[in-house]
């Protein structure tokens, strides 16, 4: 469990580090999207975090980083949670 | 390659749901005879990295990024049924709450990037499974995660050439081409971080391949 507790510091660090260094181009499929003319459309779910902007950070560094933290905390919650639901007990 | 809402066709969506279903319900079923609780603490760890590392998207040309899916790092880590799982949890957390990829769409991206990355590992257990040579299995790996990248896009490029959305800008014709270009390149992007990463664990931890153990596989 300790060096569980020492992996997620480091993806926690090393988003922090890392996430001035991130492309902000479009990928692969929004590029192709573009291309073709497609706007996004107006969809039903916008999401709590849309674009990973963490709600009321104006600054955009710490808004993204703050969503990333929430993003990893809660994929690691729920990940423990069905993973225990989805194993054997011994 | 998230596909947003909007953009697929209801059948299409429909049998992504389906096929998605029946690999996850596989995934579960294995999971529940064979994996020790154990493995959740690496698997919940495993799971809150390949989100974090898809937040980093890479250039790669002409205006374009990609960033690393992850698939099939975490089959290697912990088989394909537990990667399948976990892959589905950071595509629900970024649909539910990033609105990256859509709701009607999860199906599809389930299958396009948690099914085909974790399955791609099978090349891996074909290749080297019966063999002691390091670079042998790195090298697997490498063509494994490039491999699930590329088929990942092409049935992407499938399912949006389909969909209505895309019939005028050319349907099929352009959109399973363009997804290859892009993702030919990005899944050199996929494999090095994939093969760099798992290289490096098991250069630090010998053992981490151990999980594989549990599926009655001696990867090494």
Not at chain 2, 7 to 32: D, E, G, H
Not at chain 2, 35 to 52: E, I, N
Not at chain 2, 130 to 156: D, E, H, I, Q
Request: net charge positive.
């Amino acid at each position: 469990m300790k060096d569980s507790a020492k992996i997620l510091l480091a993806v926690i660090v090393g988003l922090t580090i890392l996430l001035p260094l991130a492309s902000t181009y479009p990928d692969g499929l929004e590029t192709i999207a573009q291309n073709a003319g497609i706007k996004e459309t107006e969809g039903l779910w916008h999401g709590l975090m849309p674009n990973y902007n963490f709600p009321h950070i104006e600054n955009s560094y710490f808004s993204t980083l703050a969503s990333g933290l929430a993003g990893i905390f809660l994929v690691f919650v729920f990940t423990f949670l069905v993973g225990r639901m989805s194993t054997r007990k011994r | 390659m998230h596909i947003p809402d909007g953009v697929l066709n209801p059948y299409v969506c429909a049998l992504t749901y389906i096929t998605s279903a029946i690999f996850l319900f596989w995934a579960w079923r294995k999971m529940k005879a064979t994996y020790p609780r154990a493995v959740v603490p690496l698997l919940a760890m495993s799971s809150a990295f390949v989100f974090a590392a898809q937040m980093l998207n890479f250039p790669i040309a002409y205006g374009t990024s990609g960033h690393l899916v992850g698939g099939t790092f975490l089959a290697t880590l912990l088989g394909p049924h537990a990667a399948i799982l976990s892959m589905t949890i950071v595509l629900l957390i970024q649909a539910i709450f990033f609105a990256d990829g859509g709701i009607s769409t999860f199906g599809a991206n389930i299958l396009n990037m948690a099914i085909i990355g974790a399955v791609s590992f099978y090349f891996v257990k074909i290749v080297s499974g019966s063999s002691t040579n390091r670079k042998r299995f790195l090298a697997s790996v490498f063509a494994a995660s490039w491999l699930s990248v590329v088929l990942g896009a092409l049935l992407c490029g499938i399912e949006i050439g389909v969909s209505p959305t895309f019939a005028s800008a050319g349907g099929l014709l352009v959109t399973v081409p363009a997804m290859l270009f892009w993702h030919i390149i990005i899944g050199v992007g996929e494999a090095a971080i994939t093969t760099s990463l798992i290289s490096q664990l098991v250069r630090v931890r010998p053992t981490v391949l151990n999980g594989l153990a549990i599926l009655g596989w001696n990867i090494r």
